[in-house]
């Protein structure tokens, strides 16, 4: 069977490129074509775009004054954006590039069967939300299917008519998080919703193997620690707390500047950081620190020790402590997950997701042969 992702796949962050990497090959691995629906938005391309621009007078004007002004953090961050550019062509199967909605109504997309999700593609308030997210191109007659999209931390503050109106048509729905559940189901947007794991949890911590170089980027004994969206300094204190406890150094992937972490003795940043170097990171660390869904998700496969900041207010992290059996390191930052737990608890659920999956595919499969054979 041909199938389409439709996902957060060039969205450059960690989790953003894994959990699409991850996704299509378990697809792979049961048999079928997979291929990731190449849909970039001018807002998303905008925001994820090179630091330095050559393309017009203004981007050249721009691109000069950060040279001039700030030429460490712009180096940095132009090796840091190619380092994921050559991830997403390298190892996603992108179908061709398209920037609106209409061109995919246009175009013939030649799937049959399309699977959305993950990430937070339900967030209806995110930045750059499409309806493209709930598969609406498509014709009536080509089945979709919800694998473990995200609608954010706050599923409850989005419009219900809306979303039932996105949702009509979805043979099989499953999601991330338990509140993103109850919310759909309470409001009945849609019956029987699944719960699953991440895409990246589908796949075991050697599968990533090929995806980053055997050597590890750092020879010491190390901390690594991360947390999207800048510099939170509430949150870097602790990982600086946890260093001293450990006396190693942190390790931080270089999205900040020299200023932000003056103040840290044990905190130093790494060169650029893409999503190989990201597993690297992860894998040969001794101890992982953050507040980020992803860094905990490839702390649990690769057995790593792993302190979580801000688990008892974000869903997701919480959620993800409860099926992996961690809620009493939700609150307290001192105990670090109980691996030998973690593992029992994610068998479970992994079967659970995997099951999902294959079912909800072999059902659609079987229906389409029964059509082709009335024909």
Request: proline share 4%.
């Amino acid at each position: 069977m041909k199938i389409g992702i439709i996902t957060f796949h060039a969205a450059f962050n960690y989790g953003s490129m894994l959990q699409a990497y991850a996704l299509q090959t378990f697809l792979e691995r049961q048999g079928h074509q997979v291929e990731i629906i190449n849909f970039r938005p001018e807002i998303q391309k905008k925001t994820y775009s090179k630091p330095l621009k050559w393309n017009n007078k203004g981007n050249i004007i721009l691109s000069f004054k950060r040279l001039l002004f700030t030429p460490i953090e712009v180096c940095k961050l132009y090796k840091k954006w190619n380092l994921f550019n050559s991830f997403l062509h390298k190892y996603l199967n992108l179908s061709k590039e398209y920037n609106s909605i209409d061109e995919l109504i246009k175009d013939d997309i030649g799937i049959d069967l399309l699977i959305t999700g993950s990430d937070q593609i339900w967030n209806t308030n995110a930045f750059d939300f499409s309806e493209v997210y709930f598969g609406n191109f498509l014709n009536s007659d080509i089945p979709k299917i919800a694998y473990a999209p995200s609608m954010g931390p706050s599923p409850e503050t989005q419009d219900v008519k809306y979303l039932k109106k996105l949702l009509q048509g979805y043979r099989a729905v499953s999601v991330r998080e338990e509140r993103t559940k109850q919310f759909i189901e309470d409001y009945g947007i849609f019956k029987n919703v699944e719960i699953v794991l991440d895409p990246t949890m589908l796949l075991d911590g050697c599968d990533y193997d090929l995806l980053y170089g055997k050597e590890p980027l750092i020879k010491e004994d190390y901390i690594f620690y991360y947390t999207p969206g800048g510099a939170r300094h509430e949150f870097l204190q602790i990982a600086e707390n946890i260093g001293e406890k450990y006396n190693l150094p942190v390790i931080v992937e270089n999205s900040y500047t020299p200023g932000d972490l003056k103040r840290y003795k044990h905190i130093k940043a790494y060169a650029a950081v893409g999503p190989s170097e990201f597993l690297n990171l992860v894998k040969n660390s001794k101890v992982v620190c953050g507040a980020s869904f992803h860094l905990m998700v490839f702390a649990v496969l690769f057995n790593k020790k792993f302190f979580c900041i801000n688990g008892d207010v974000d869903s997701r992290l919480n959620n993800l402590m409860k099926i992996t059996g961690n809620q009493d390191c939700i609150i307290s930052i001192q105990s670090p997950i109980n691996i030998q737990k973690t593992e029992s608890y994610l068998e479970d659920i992994r079967k659970h997701s995997e099951n999902f999956l294959v079912d909800s595919i072999n059902s659609i499969s079987l229906r389409k042969e029964k059509n082709d054979a009335d024909y």
